[in-house]
């Protein structure tokens, strides 16, 4: 028996009699109707259940998709795609701290079936029914094989009335969780609530929200700064260039520190303070992590080749022995949001929608998540085309809607933002429309680099500061989009173009799209960066092209 064949069923808890084996080993592409078969079994069964296929249930599954069991194998016409090999494994030439090249083995069938026995969780049993047929059998991987946590979530967290009191409280909230951050700093231990810098003589810390940023005549930078005691105006003078430069990311609604003197009524700055990121420790793995978002299900412009081609690489089916090695390690598989396109998102949507209908939109994406192989655990947020709230945090998409999704015993939704653990890999999952505001307040920053932007959020320990702009916040009791933990992953989507960058041994990393160029995005001359997938690949990042 080839191992090829055996271990794809295994892997997925499906046992193969002898004759479905023989029938399946005879078919032009078995690899393929091996992962088309596991699909449609796992739409069907439990996967604790004991499933043994049969020569019957490959006739049957033929014959329902279009193929006679009974016609010869030799000189059929496929219906699967025809894949091409991938340009290969692409290293981002993005600005990055560190991006080595492991050294790869080959793809090896002998090495797969010693890991089999090497396995704990996939332990051999060969049984023997009669002097003619032998089954192996292999026990299926369930949830006690990921070591998978919910750090934060926001789904069930929503209490808010939007009443004033709310916009009180949520900024009061933000307040003090990134005041908290900067008081720790050893500049600003003994900062002074505003309405107490009169007292001070000379050197004068303050740690508040930013109100407003405007320049002078003189082209110096005004920052009005507030907190619980008060206001004040902060001069950044321009020949000041390091500072002045600084100023210039500022963004309304941050909460940063200043230290400087007081002039009157007005503080002099000889310095800003973020609360800034600690340094994180490199997070050791033995496995691989692939990150997707903006897949776009429904969008006529959804690259459908592209994701089956996707789909057949982390199945293990497609690519060259050194990707095929990669997928092999492939553990987690995150979604930034925008899983599908949605319905009623912008004017004339329904023009370029070639599902209409949003419920058969997750539909389809139960069909094509649903391929791929049942020990990676998928994990998706929403985004501002998922059948979500529009305001952020965004709780998971409903059941209501992605029912099908939800019968994937192998898929957990979460909200956007969400924390989550991935085998102790600690994941901030973004979807990223704050990157809007960015773009168009902050000097220098630019939906083509994302990277930059994430970055700066980072900094400001604050995935979405600016309020009242493009991105809807809602004005929950507690500020639920501050940053309070350090990940070692932030993963982002929405501007539709890839980007990295490993700062403070964070990976920040934009996942790009399965969508080609919209005619909005042909508008404002945006190019997409299409079917680049991101892969933590043991800690290393690699970009592949689909």
């Not at 002998?110 to 890991?115: D, Q, T, V």
């Not at 059998?137 to 069930?156: G, Y």
């Not at 430069?245 to 700055?269: F, W």
Request: charged residues 30%; negative net charge; contains cysteine.
């Amino acid at each position: 028996m080839s191992p090829d064949i055996i271990f794809k069923f295994a892997n997925a808890g499906i046992l193969v009699n002898e004759i479905a084996y023989e029938k399946i080993s005879l078919y032009d592409d078995p690899l393929s109707l091996s992962s088309s078969l596991i699909a449609d079994l796992s739409r069907n069964y439990n996967k604790k259940d004991l499933v043994i296929v049969t020569g019957d249930m490959v006739d049957k599954f033929l014959e329902e998709n279009g193929n006679s069991p009974d016609e010869p194998v030799e000189g059929k016409v496929k219906t699967e795609i025809k894949l091409e090999p991938p340009s290969g494994i692409l290293n981002s030439n993005l600005d990055t701290e560190t991006l080595e090249k492991p050294g790869l083995g080959t793809f090896n069938e002998n090495k797969i079936l010693e890991n089999i026995e090497e396995t704990e969780d996939l332990k051999e049993d060969i049984i023997s029914q009669n002097s003619d047929e032998v089954e192996l059998i292999l026990e299926s991987v369930d949830d006690a094989d990921f070591d998978f946590k919910i750090l934060k979530d926001t789904s069930k967290k929503s209490y808010t009335s939007g009443n004033i009191k709310d916009i009180v409280s949520y900024f009061s909230s933000r307040y003090h969780k990134i005041r908290d951050f900067l008081k720790k700093r050893k500049d600003l231990s003994d900062y002074s609530p505003i309405a107490d810098i009169y007292q001070s003589q000379d050197v004068v810390k303050l740690i508040g929200m930013v109100k407003e940023v405007r320049t002078t005549k003189n082209n110096h930078k005004i920052i009005e700064l507030e907190d619980e005691s008060g206001e004040i105006s902060v001069l950044v003078h321009n020949e000041n260039h390091k500072l002045f430069d600084k100023s210039e990311t500022l963004v309304r609604d941050e909460v940063l520190g200043v230290v400087g003197s007081r002039k009157g009524n007005l503080i002099i700055a000889s310095e800003i303070i973020h609360p800034g990121v600690p340094r994180v420790e490199e997070k050791k793995m033995d496995f691989s992590v692939v990150f997707i978002s903006d897949v776009h299900i429904g969008s006529s412009t959804f690259l459908e080749d592209s994701f089956n081609k996707f789909i057949q690489w982390i199945n293990g089916d497609f690519g060259s022995p050194e990707q095929r090695e990669i997928a092999a390690s492939v553990k987690y598989l995150v979604v930034a949001g925008d899983i599908v396109d949605g319905i009623g998102i912008y004017p004339h949507q329904d023009k370029e929608l070639t599902i209409k209908d949003i419920t058969l939109q997750y539909d389809e994406a139960a069909r094509l998540f649903g391929q791929i192989r049942q020990n990676i655990k998928i994990i998706i947020a929403p985004g501002n085309h998922d059948a979500s709230r529009v305001a952020e945090p965004q709780p998971a998409v409903p059941e209501e809607y992605a029912g099908a999704l939800y019968k994937l015993k192998n898929l957990e939704f979460v909200s956007n933002p969400a924390l989550v653990s991935l085998d102790g890999l600690k994941t901030l999952i973004y979807h990223g429309r704050s990157f809007d505001d960015m773009a168009m307040t902050v000097k220098g920053m630019s939906h083509e680099q994302s990277d930059l932007i994430m970055k700066e959020l980072m900094e400001k320990r604050h995935i979405a500061p600016i309020y009242g702009e493009r991105t809807p916040l809602a004005s929950e009791l507690e500020d639920h989009l501050v940053i309070d933990e350090i990940p070692h992953v932030l993963h982002t989507g929405h501007v539709h173009i890839n980007s990295y960058k490993k700062y403070k041994g964070v990976h920040l990393i934009n996942s790009g799209t399965f969508q080609s160029q919209t005619e909005f995005q042909k508008i404002y001359n945006i190019v997409p960066t299409c079917g680049e997938v991101p892969v933590l690949h043991q800690g290393v990042f690699k970009v592949l092209k689909f």
